[in-house]
């Protein structure tokens, strides 16, 4: 059974840093597209990162220069890095998990399966 379980999340002063992670089984998590979603109340899911099994990386227009994704396959865990946090930044965010062996870019409707989120609440 896939799942995914994120961390880390918590409430920080704007400009300040938090590192998410996303621990998966269930599944060969080297071979698929994992990315990084968020959401914040009455907006719609906006795509933070993705990276494929061969290190192929890919940012929202926001987050760009601000957040890094990376991932630990031995351990099965998706990181994202957070630097220079903004009140904006506010939201749930969630990792997902995408067909097998594509490229699926930060398209949420591409993913299939999803972690339950963490909050992350960024303070003025």
């Known amino acids: 059974q896939v799942q995914l379980v994120e961390s880390g999340g918590g409430s920080v002063q704007a400009g300040g840093s938090l590192r998410l992670s996303c621990a998966a089984s269930?599944?060969?998590?080297?071979?698929?597209?994992i990315a990084w979603f968020r959401q914040a109340p009455g907006k719609e899911r906006e795509g933070v990162a993705v990276?494929?099994?061969?290190?192929?990386?890919d940012y929202g227009d926001s987050v760009k220069a601000r957040f890094t994704i990376s991932q630990d396959n031995a351990k099965n865990t998706l990181y994202l890095q957070m630097n220079h946090l903004q009140p904006e930044d506010t939201a749930m965010y969630y990792c997902?998990?995408?067909?097998?062996?594509?490229?699926?870019?930060?398209?949420?409707?591409?993913?299939?399966?999803w972690g339950q989120g963490t909050q992350v609440t960024v303070s003025s």
């Open positions: 269930g599944f060969t998590y080297s071979s698929y597209c």
């Open positions: 990276i494929d099994s061969n290190g192929n990386t």
């Open positions: 997902a998990a995408g067909p097998e062996g594509l490229w699926v870019g930060l398209d949420p409707l591409e993913y299939n399966y």
